[in-house]
C-alpha cells in the first residue's frame, strides 16, 4: 500500500515504516518533551535504518537519546538526560493499557463489559451487584448514621431493624412537648435519622447540620406558619418533616435538639450522606438554603431558586466532613445519590422536569465522584445505579419511591459492599 502524503498511517502493513506514523508514535514516547521526540524522529528517518515494528522504533530511540547525551549543546544534554528512561517508560505502560478490557484479579469481566443476555456467557443486569472493592467499614458494633431524603430514611429504617448499631440520640417527635413528625411513619420502632433533623435534600442542608449544631456561624431563629387539614402549626425552615404546634414549643426545643445532633455526629464513626437534589431555595438576607422548596408559604417572598454547581456540592459535603471531623476524627462518609426523581423542578420555563431530574443526578453523581476522589475517609455506595441501572421493577405506584423489596436489595448491596463477615 503506498503511502499518502501528510497521512500518519498506525497499523498499516509497513510497520511504523512510515515516517509521519513514526513521529507521532515519538512525541507520545517523549510526551513530556515532544520536540525532542521531533529529533529523535529526525534522526532515524536521516540513519535509513528499518522500523518494522515497535520494538525496532524504541531501540532506536534508546540509543538516540543515549548519543544525546552526550552531544556538546549543554542544555540539550540535559533535555536528552530527563528522558533517558522515555522508550522503556513507554514500553512498560504500554503493555499494561493493552490490558484495560482484559479480565484480572480484582477486575472480572462483568466489571468492564456491560451485561448482554445474548452474549456467551449470559449475564444480566438484575443479577448484578455493581461494585468492584469490597471495603469492610462496618460490622454488628459499628456505630452508624444516615441524613439526606426519604430515600436515606428508608435505608435508616432497614438499618435499625436489621439490628445495626445505628446511633439514636432524639427520637421521633410524637406531638410531647408541643413537637411533632409530619406524616409519622406506621412503625413507631424506628426513627428516621439519628436526631430529628428532619429530610435534607441538598448538599448546603448537611453543611448547615453542622454549622448550626457545633456553632460554626449564627442563624436566625425563624418559623413558617403552615396549614394543612384546617390546622394550623410551625416549621422551621432547616428542619423538613418537624412540626411546631407553637412559637413557645419551638423555643424551648431548640437547644435540646440541638444537643441531640452534636450528639449523634459525635458518636458515629460510619456515616451515610444521600445526595437529593442540586436545587434549591436560598433565604435572600443570609444566604442559608432551606431543607427543601418552601411549597407555598411565606418564603416564597424571602427566598430565591438556586441551581448548585459540581463545585458547590462538593465543597459543602467537604466542609460538612471537616466541621464534624473536629469534633469526631473517625468520622467516615460513605456517599450515595438518591434514585427518587424530582417532585418538581424550578426550572420548567427552560427545562422540562424529566429533563432537569436527568441533570441534577449527572451533576450529584459527578460531585460524588469528586467528593470521594479527595478525600480517604469517603466511599461511595452504588444505590442510584442499582436502583435506576439493575432492577427490573423498583419502582412504588407512584413512580417515584422504592418498593420495600427495592431497600431489601440495596441494603443486600451494602452488605456485600461494606459490611464485616
Same mark, same amino acid.
Given at each position: 500500500?503506498?503511502?499518502?502524503?501528510?497521512?500518519?498511517?498506525?497499523?498499516?502493513?509497513?510497520?511504523?515504516?512510515?515516517?509521519?506514523?513514526?513521529?507521532?508514535?515519538?512525541?507520545?514516547?517523549?510526551?513530556?518533551? /515532544? +520536540?525532542?521526540?521531533?529529533? !529523535?524522529?529526525? &534522526?532515524?528517518? #536521516?540513519?535509513?535504518? %528499518?522500523?518494522? @515494528?515497535?520494538? $525496532?522504533?524504541?531501540?532506536?530511540?534508546?540509543?538516540?537519546?543515549?548519543?544525546?547525551?552526550?552531544?556538546?549543546?549543554?542544555?540539550?544534554?540535559?533535555?536528552?538526560?530527563?528522558?533517558?528512561?522515555?522508550?522503556?517508560?513507554?514500553?512498560?505502560?504500554?503493555?499494561?493499557?493493552?490490558?484495560?478490557?482484559?479480565?484480572?484479579?480484582?477486575?472480572?469481566?462483568?466489571?468492564?463489559?456491560?451485561?448482554?443476555?445474548?452474549?456467551?456467557?449470559?449475564?444480566?443486569?438484575?443479577?448484578?451487584?455493581?461494585?468492584?472493592?469490597?471495603?469492610?467499614?462496618?460490622?454488628?458494633?459499628?456505630?452508624?448514621?444516615?441524613?439526606?431524603?426519604?430515600?436515606?430514611?428508608?435505608?435508616?429504617?432497614?438499618?435499625?431493624?436489621?439490628?445495626?448499631?445505628?446511633?439514636?440520640?432524639?427520637?421521633? /417527635? +410524637?406531638?410531647?412537648?408541643? !413537637?411533632?413528625? &409530619?406524616?409519622? #411513619?406506621?412503625?413507631? %420502632?424506628?426513627? @428516621?435519622?439519628? $436526631?430529628?433533623?428532619?429530610?435534607?435534600?441538598?448538599?448546603?442542608?448537611?453543611?448547615?447540620?453542622?454549622?448550626?449544631?457545633?456553632?460554626?456561624?449564627?442563624?436566625?431563629?425563624?418559623?413558617?406558619?403552615?396549614?394543612?387539614?384546617?390546622?394550623?402549626?410551625?416549621?422551621?425552615?432547616?428542619?423538613?418533616?418537624?412540626?411546631?404546634?407553637?412559637?413557645?414549643?419551638?423555643?424551648?426545643?431548640?437547644?435540646?435538639?440541638?444537643?441531640?445532633?452534636?450528639?449523634?455526629?459525635?458518636a458515629t464513626k460510619v456515616f451515610i450522606v444521600t445526595l437529593g437534589?442540586?436545587?434549591?431555595?436560598?433565604?435572600?438576607?443570609?444566604?442559608?438554603v432551606l431543607s427543601r422548596n418552601p411549597r407555598g408559604f411565606s418564603?416564597?417572598l424571602t427566598a430565591r431558586p438556586d441551581v448548585l454547581t459540581v463545585?458547590?456540592?462538593?465543597?459543602?459535603?467537604?466542609?460538612?466532613?471537616?466541621?464534624?471531623?473536629?469534633?469526631?476524627?473517625?468520622?467516615?462518609?460513605?456517599?450515595?445519590?438518591?434514585?427518587?426523581?424530582?417532585?418538581?423542578?424550578?426550572?420548567?420555563?427552560?427545562?422540562?422536569?424529566?429533563?432537569?431530574?436527568?441533570?441534577?443526578?449527572?451533576?450529584?453523581?459527578?460531585?460524588?465522584?469528586?467528593?470521594?476522589?479527595?478525600?480517604?475517609?469517603?466511599?461511595?455506595?452504588?444505590?442510584?445505579?442499582?436502583?435506576?441501572?439493575?432492577?427490573?421493577?423498583?419502582?412504588?405506584?407512584?413512580?417515584?419511591?422504592?418498593?420495600?423489596?427495592?431497600?431489601?436489595?440495596?441494603?443486600?448491596?451494602?452488605?456485600?459492599?461494606?459490611?464485616?463477615?
Amino acid at each position: 500500500m503506498s503511502a499518502v502524503p501528510d497521512i500518519a498511517l498506525l497499523g498499516g502493513d509497513d510497520g511504523w515504516s512510515d515516517p509521519a506514523a513514526r513521529r507521532l508514535l515519538l512525541r507520545a514516547v517523549f510526551a513530556a518533551d /515532544p +520536540d525532542l521526540g521531533d529529533l !529523535v524522529a529526525e &534522526e532515524i528517518r #536521516r540513519s535509513g535504518r %528499518s522500523t518494522p @515494528d515497535l520494538g $525496532a522504533v524504541l531501540t532506536l530511540a534508546h540509543q538516540a537519546v543515549q548519543a544525546g547525551r552526550r552531544v556538546e549543546d549543554a542544555s540539550l544534554a540535559a533535555r536528552f538526560a530527563a528522558q533517558a528512561d522515555a522508550p522503556q517508560r513507554f514500553m512498560a505502560e504500554g503493555r499494561t493499557t493493552a490490558k484495560t478490557y482484559e479480565p484480572a484479579p480484582g477486575k472480572p469481566a462483568e466489571a468492564i463489559f456491560w451485561p448482554n443476555p445474548k452474549r456467551d456467557p449470559a449475564q444480566s443486569l438484575a443479577a448484578l451487584k455493581p461494585f468492584v472493592t469490597r471495603t469492610p467499614l462496618v460490622d454488628a458494633a459499628t456505630p452508624i448514621g444516615s441524613a439526606g431524603s426519604c430515600f436515606a430514611f428508608e435505608i435508616s429504617h432497614a438499618f435499625q431493624r436489621r439490628g445495626f448499631n445505628y446511633v439514636v440520640t432524639e427520637n421521633q /417527635p +410524637d406531638g410531647a412537648n408541643g !413537637v411533632h413528625s &409530619e406524616g409519622g #411513619r406506621p412503625d413507631k %420502632s424506628v426513627t @428516621d435519622f439519628c $436526631a430529628a433533623w428532619g429530610l435534607l435534600f441538598n448538599s448546603p442542608g448537611f453543611r448547615q447540620l453542622a454549622e448550626r449544631a457545633f456553632d460554626e456561624r449564627p442563624f436566625e431563629r425563624m418559623l413558617v406558619k403552615m396549614t394543612a387539614g384546617g390546622q394550623s402549626y410551625w416549621c422551621d425552615p432547616y428542619r423538613e418533616g418537624v412540626a411546631f404546634y407553637s412559637p413557645g414549643a419551638f423555643a424551648a426545643d431548640y437547644e435540646r435538639h440541638l444537643s441531640a445532633v452534636r450528639d449523634a455526629l459525635s458518636a458515629t464513626k460510619v456515616f451515610i450522606v444521600t445526595l437529593g437534589l442540586n436545587e434549591c431555595w436560598r433565604l435572600l438576607h443570609d444566604g442559608t438554603v432551606l431543607s427543601r422548596n418552601p411549597r407555598g408559604f411565606s418564603s416564597y417572598l424571602t427566598a430565591r431558586p438556586d441551581v448548585l454547581t459540581v463545585q458547590q456540592n462538593v465543597e459543602d459535603i467537604r466542609r460538612f466532613a471537616e466541621i464534624v471531623r473536629a469534633h469526631n476524627p473517625d468520622f467516615t462518609l460513605i456517599v450515595s445519590v438518591s434514585p427518587i426523581p424530582f417532585l418538581a423542578t424550578t426550572r420548567a420555563a427552560e427545562r422540562h422536569v424529566v429533563e432537569a431530574n436527568t441533570h441534577s443526578k449527572a451533576v450529584l453523581r459527578v460531585a460524588a465522584e469528586e467528593i470521594v476522589a479527595a478525600d480517604p475517609q469517603a466511599y461511595y455506595f452504588p444505590s442510584y445505579e442499582l436502583v435506576t441501572g439493575c432492577l427490573d421493577a423498583p419502582w412504588d405506584v407512584d413512580l417515584r419511591h422504592v418498593k420495600p423489596e427495592t431497600v431489601a436489595q440495596v441494603m443486600e448491596l451494602f452488605d456485600a459492599m461494606f459490611v464485616a463477615e
